[in-house]
């Protein structure tokens, strides 16, 4: 059993910066990929970005890359989502997953009931 818990978000102005942090409990965090979805008010859930278990392979939507950057800390159990120029459509809960699907997999199917999923932390940009 791994609980995830995210962090790091908040309400930003147009332009800023976020750092948004999953706490993985258990000792198999390093066995499962790593992804972050999104969920927009009045929207569905979207994929956002995974990180495969080592770090050595990402994948990001089209509409993220450039500007979201996802990382993992398996010695510290932590999972990351660095967020720069920040805009008012990013507004929305972004949810950490873990899973033991290839990140190519997750990046391509829908929001899965798969794995562990947290809580979520809202992040709100003002324009």
């Known amino acids: 059993q791994v609980h995830l818990v995210e962090s790091g978000g908040g309400l930003v102005q147009t332009g800023g910066s976020l750092r948004l942090s999953c706490a993985a409990s258990g000792r198999t965090f390093i066995t499962y990929v790593i992804a972050w979805f999104r969920q927009a008010p009045g929207k569905e859930r979207e994929f956002v970005a995974a990180?495969?278990?080592?770090?050595?392979?990402?994948r990001y939507a089209d509409s993220m890359k450039g500007r979201f950057t996802i990382s993992r800390d398996n010695a510290k159990n932590m999972g990351y989502l660095q967020i720069d120029n920040l805009k008012p459509e990013d507004t929305a809960l972004y949810y950490c997953?873990?899973?033991?699907?290839?990140?190519?997999?997750?990046?391509?199917?829908?929001?899965?009931?798969?794995?562990?999923w947290g809580q979520g932390t809202q992040v709100t940009v003002s324009s």
């Open positions: 997953n873990i899973d033991s699907r290839p990140p190519d997999v997750i990046a391509a199917s829908p929001p899965s009931p798969r794995g562990y």
């Open positions: 990180i495969s278990q080592r770090g050595g392979v990402t």
